[in-house]
């Protein structure tokens, strides 16, 4: 069943890449050095949003619209759908970093560092993305079973800390005794 769950999400994840790779005049480039605030700059990261294109990538174009055009009127829509596609993202690489993972604790791969770069990668890019705590305890797991004991603590430490009331620090006490 895994197998074809990952199947379907490199599916999801290559087509388009290679579908725009093919096609590069259709779009034209989303983010530029200086901020357009015009009601056709969202306009245009609205329908990047609803259509999840992935190059311009509705993200960076999101990003310096919420950065570059605090005053506009619709900021504030831009901010949730900056929220919404960087909680996707999100979701989607600590799947591709379990799938990683997995390969790495059955023998088929030698070391953990595709799930783990992953898992630094949305803590570094993503500060508020919603499952962080979730996000902690099995970057944890994967510095643990990586051999990388003193990362693994402190991540541990750093769950337990900043997210008291998690349902997953009772997994992490378990791992720090």
Same mark, same amino acid.
């Given at each position: ?6 199947? $379907? ?84 690489? $600590? ?42 305890? $099995? ?39």
């Amino acid at each position: 069943m895994w197998k074809i769950n990952l199947v $379907i999400a490199l599916v999801f994840i290559m087509c388009p890449l290679i579908a725009i790779s093919q096609d590069t005049t259709s779009k034209t480039d989303l983010v530029s050095s200086s901020v357009d605030c015009s009601d056709g700059q969202f306009e245009i990261a609205q329908k990047g949003f609803r259509e999840r294109w992935f190059r311009g990538s509705p993200e960076k174009l999101l990003k310096g619209l919420v950065d570059g055009c605090s005053d506009a009127f619709w900021v504030d829509g831009a901010k949730s759908y900056l929220h919404t596609v960087q909680e996707e993202r999100a979701d989607t690489l $600590i799947k591709i970093a379990l799938y990683y993972e997995r390969l790495f604790v059955t023998g088929k791969s030698t070391n953990n560092r595709g799930a783990i770069s992953r898992y630094e990668f949305i803590l570094a890019n993503y500060p508020h993305y919603s499952r962080t705590d979730y996000l902690l305890l $099995i970057l944890g797991n994967a510095y643990s079973s990586a051999g990388e004991w003193e990362k693994g603590f402190s991540t541990y430490t750093r769950l337990i800390n900043e997210f008291p009331t998690s349902k997953y620090v009772r997994n992490a006490y378990r791992h720090l005794d």
